[in-house]
């Protein structure tokens, strides 16, 4: 089957946008993809939108939010798709299905999400419902709290986890510094990350400050097309694979450490492209805590099991290594507004692979891996990304 193209994309900054609201943030990100692309709005078949929510914002029914960029696009069906921190893939994925189904040829995809008008309580709050809440033991559990379980754990099962998270906090960080769009643009050493104090504190035993990700408003948003309605358009990247894996919610039905349904989608997306690790440019993965990045490392193969760290100490993983991860940032440092994260890791994939992702840019990127996660490894989409035109 020929493969559905993304063929534009936008993205507003990412961080505490005081006086924008969900609106402001959909509208910016989406006049700005249909910009890049050049058409007029009206010749936009559906839209998607990847909002979390989880009563962040008042905006229970925000999909035709969307319409407010344009009055060409009233009337058009918009849905909204909600899969916890995989929402934006989750919106991505259903638009891929509507080209595919023969109902659209040109789609919009914008993900969103305010959070900063909300307290850190409420936030962790929020998050937490997405959370198994059928058990009381689980359902009192904050996100923090559950990556911490993961981090304890690889203690126990193989070896302390903590430097290697602390030099995934730093190398993110140090990557956030040339992108325009991350919230936190501020360099941090191995020393503060590695070493609880007033400015690090413990967050959820073990995890620092530095090893979690951030609050954040923001959005980004892609234009999808059809094989032949690609052809229109001067840059276009192609999905060489996309799957989408869910594994049980309860954490006492599953190995969590494991993170088999990662490895499961990651891996069936190498099948499906006929590719792997080795053949890949860049990735950017949800670094929602840093154990979360270690973890992927070996999802990914790039590691045996409990040696997630050798990619961080053999440089692969780094800017300047073979296959550099968040190049962007990551979660970490570019920021998490969970609604938009998955379409932000796609459109900044998009600009990498058609040389136009400035100061982040991976020269002569032609294949790149996206792994956004919802939940604690619940809902896993990967995207195998691919320059069919640059």
Same mark, same amino acid.
């Given at each position: ?52 929510? =989880? +009563?962040?914002? /008042?905006?229970?029914? #925000?999909?035709?939010? @969307?319409?407010?960029? &344009?009055?060409? *696009? ?12 995989? =929402? +934006?893939?989750? /919106?991505?994925?259903? #638009?891929?299905?509507? @080209?595919?189904?023969? &109902?659209?040829? *040109? ?20 998050? #937490? ?262």
């Amino acid at each position: 089957m020929n493969p559905v193209s993304i063929v534009a994309s936008g993205h507003t900054r990412f961080g505490r946008l005081d006086g924008k609201n969900l609106e402001d943030l959909i509208v910016e990100a989406a006049s700005e993809a249909i910009a890049d692309a050049a058409i007029d709005p009206a010749e936009i078949d559906a839209v998607y939108l990847g909002h979390f929510n =989880s +009563g962040m914002v /008042a905006d229970g029914f #925000a999909s035709s939010l @969307i319409h407010q960029v &344009s009055p060409a *696009l009233r009337f058009k069906p918009a849905t909204r798709c909600e899969n916890a921190c995989a =929402s +934006g893939s989750a /919106a991505i994925f259903s #638009a891929i299905n509507a @080209i595919r189904s023969g &109902s659209a040829d *040109l789609v919009l995809v914008v993900g969103a999400e305010k959070m900063t008008s909300n307290t850190t309580e409420q936030v962790t709050r929020a998050l #937490a419902g997405a959370g198994y809440q059928n058990n009381p033991a689980e359902a009192g559990l904050s996100f923090p709290q559950l990556f911490g379980i993961a981090a304890r754990e690889y203690t126990k099962r193989y070896h302390d986890p903590l430097p290697a998270m602390a030099r995934i906090a730093v190398k993110n960080h140090r990557n956030a510094l040339d992108n325009p769009l991350a919230q936190m643009q501020r360099e941090v050493d191995f020393d503060f990350c590695d070493t609880v104090s007033d400015k690090n504190p413990l967050i959820a035993s073990p995890l620092r400050l530095t090893d979690c990700s951030l609050i954040s408003d923001g959005a980004a948003a892609v234009i999808l097309a059809s094989p032949e309605r690609a052809k229109s358009f001067a840059r276009q990247v192609s999905f060489r694979a996309h799957t989408h894996v869910s594994d049980f919610l309860p954490l006492d039905k599953r190995d969590f450490l494991a993170f088999e349904g990662p490895e499961l989608a990651i891996r069936s997306a190498y099948q499906e492209a006929g590719i792997s690790h080795q053949d890949l440019d860049f990735a950017e993965v949800h670094d929602c805590f840093t154990i979360a990045e270690l973890l992927v490392y070996e999802a990914m193969g790039l590691a045996p099991k409990g040696q997630g760290e050798r990619a961080l100490l053999d440089g692969t993983v780094t800017r300047e290594g073979r296959l550099p991860v968040n190049l962007s940032g990551g979660l970490k440092a570019k920021g998490h507004p969970v609604g938009a994260t998955g379409v932000s890791m796609h459109a900044l994939a998009f600009r990498q692979l058609t040389g136009t992702a400035g100061g982040i840019q991976r020269e002569g990127a032609e294949l790149g891996m996206v792994f956004n996660m919802g939940g604690a490894a619940v809902a896993n989409h990967v995207s195998i990304l691919e320059a069919t035109r640059a």
